[in-house]
């Protein structure tokens, strides 16, 4: 996703200091609310918001806050920075109940979440929440130790030796799609992958798809199963790449 343009925020505030934070949501605290993570629902809406007209802008428009003196938090107006006409709205709502501001120096950094109860802003930092984004090595395990469980399945292809049937020109489908690789490398002598418990199909095709002699084998329906890896062999008899489940 494109980094967001931020909404704005005027701090009137003696005692609070934002920094170089920036506010990028409104949550609301409530248990009428289920989730904590529900958006606060506003009295006012954007009349003329865009969304999509920028990708760093989807919502289409901006919010502009000021918090004041005493603690509130005020919705002044929207700007629309891609309406030339009317770009500012204003409205002039005082956000109430229970919420948090989600601030954070960069789209994509870290989550400071500043508390609201009735109304006002809560001065004691320790109540104040960081939330740490995870780095793009964490994100990376989490998603492979998540494919990995969604894809107990272990799938091995051997691949005859041939001259002309070198295994790096080769690509797998399973159900039509290319699987990750995130299982570990690929044996020099043939392919590895995953897949669900089930039912599936595979074929394997040459992987230059410019190529209009392009290769293919035939395609083998075949159930997998945890507790045994299931086995195929290729090889080329008379020019034709021959695909059997060993």
């Known amino acids: 996703m494109t980094a967001q343009i931020p909404d704005k ?7 609070i200091e934002l920094g170089d934070l920036h506010l990028y949501r409104i949550i609301a605290r409530s248990e009428h609310t289920g989730s904590p ?16 007209i920028s990708s760093a802008l989807a919502r289409g428009y901006i919010s502009c806050y000021t918090l ?29 109940g229970d919420f948090l501001l989600d601030m954070r120096k960069g789209f994509f950094q870290d989550r400071l979440y500043i508390p609201f109860i009735n109304g006002r802003i809560v001065t004691n930092k320790t109540m104040w929440v960081v939330e740490k984004r995870k780095t793009k090595d964490e994100l990376f395990e989490e998603s492979t130790r998540q494919y990995l469980e969604a894809h107990p399945c272990r799938i ?8 002309d049937l070198i295994a790096d020109k080769f690509s797998i489908y399973i159900d039509g799609n290319i699987p990750s690789t995130r299982d570990g490398k690929q044996p020099i002598d043939g392919f590895s ?18 190529k209009t002699d392009r290769m ?15 086995s195929f062999l290729l090889k080329l008899e008379k020019g034709n790449l021959i695909l059997l489940e060993v």
């Open 9 to 15: 925020i005027e701090n009137m505030h003696n005692s």
């Open 68 to 96: 004041t003196e005493s603690g509130e938090l005020i919705l002044d107006r929207y700007e629309y920075p891609y309406e030339r006409l009317k770009p500012l709205e204003q409205v002039g709502e005082k956000l109430t």
């Open 37 to 52: 993570f529900s958006s606060y629902s506003f009295q006012s809406s954007p009349s003329r918001a865009s969304p999509g």
């Open 193 to 210: 992958a995953r897949a669900s418990v089930g039912r599936h199909r595979i074929i394997i095709r040459e992987t230059d798809y410019r």
């Open 156 to 163: 091995a292809i051997a691949v005859a030796r041939h001259p």
């Open 216 to 230: 293919e084998s035939n395609t083998v329906d075949f159930d997998t199963s945890i507790e045994k890896p299931s």
